[in-house]
């Protein structure tokens, strides 16, 4: 069955870039779903950062947009993340998902899931 | 952006309790609302989709209801494995963003 995993350094120092890969396995990334990051904050709630589709294009949450690219490798199978600038306010877990439409009455969702990966910002 | 709310924040019940969450949007969202379970260290999970649209494999105990601004989750006799985080998340506009949380906790 199909499986996302991140992957991507657990410590970032401050001001630097993060950057996260999600690969997709189990089946193709060049399918009819929006490719998706969101990240949690220690003991808080979600936050969605954005998506890619695999045409490449993208939305990005406003609130990170100055800072933030999500982008598609096809050959790979796999999207990425990278956010500049980071601060200890970027300090949280980062996962992958797949935002789908399964019985294309318009209602998207997020059928899977990363185990996501806890990234650190710190010197 | 659209601002999700959701309530009660945390709430305690007993085993086979009727429990009921809300959320709220600050406009209508039609019935582009879904209800995800978290529990510790874990990828959150889908239960509802479009509102009332319970996920395959979900447990029939878990039913959601509403539309344009109010929406409601219900767990009809709580189990011991239902005990975790709940989360709303609406799908009509990007930044597709979700509420707060309601921890559900052992009374």
């Known amino acids: 069955q199909v499986q996302l995993q991140e992957s991507g350094p657990g410590l970032v120092k401050p001001s630097q870039t993060l950057s996260l890969t999600c690969t997709v396995s189990g089946g193709s990334i060049s399918s009819d779903y929006y490719w998706t990051w969101i990240r949690q904050h220690p003991g808080k709630g979600l936050e969605w950062i954005g998506y890619?589709?695999?045409?490449?294009?993208?939305y990005y949450n406003p609130s990170l947009k100055s800072r933030l690219s999500i982008s598609v490798d096809t050959s790979k199978n796999q999207f990425s993340l990278k956010l500049s600038s980071v601060t200890a306010a970027d300090t949280a877990v980062y996962y992958c998902a797949r935002d789908a439409d399964h019985d294309y009455s318009g209602n998207f969702f997020f059928d899977l899931w990363g185990q996501g990966t806890l990234v650190t910002v710190s010197s | 952006d659209i601002q999700m709310t959701q309530s009660p924040p945390s709430l305690s019940a007993s085993i086979g309790d009727r429990v009921t969450i809300t959320c709220r949007a600050s406009?209508?969202?039609?019935?582009?609302l879904n209800w995800y379970q978290q529990k510790p260290g874990k990828a959150p999970k889908v239960l509802i989709y479009?509102?009332?649209s319970l996920q395959s494999g979900v447990p029939s105990r878990f039913s959601g209801s509403g539309s344009g601004t109010d929406f409601t989750l219900t767990i009809s006799s709580l189990q011991p494995e239902d005990f975790a985080t709940y989360y709303c998340?609406?799908?009509?506009?990007?930044?597709?963003?979700f509420g707060g949380g309601t921890k559900v906790e052992i009374k």
């Open positions: 406009q209508s969202i039609n019935t582009y």
């Open positions: 890619v589709y695999y045409s490449g294009s993208t």
């Open positions: 998340q609406q799908t009509y506009y990007a930044p597709r963003a």
């Open positions: 479009g509102a009332s």
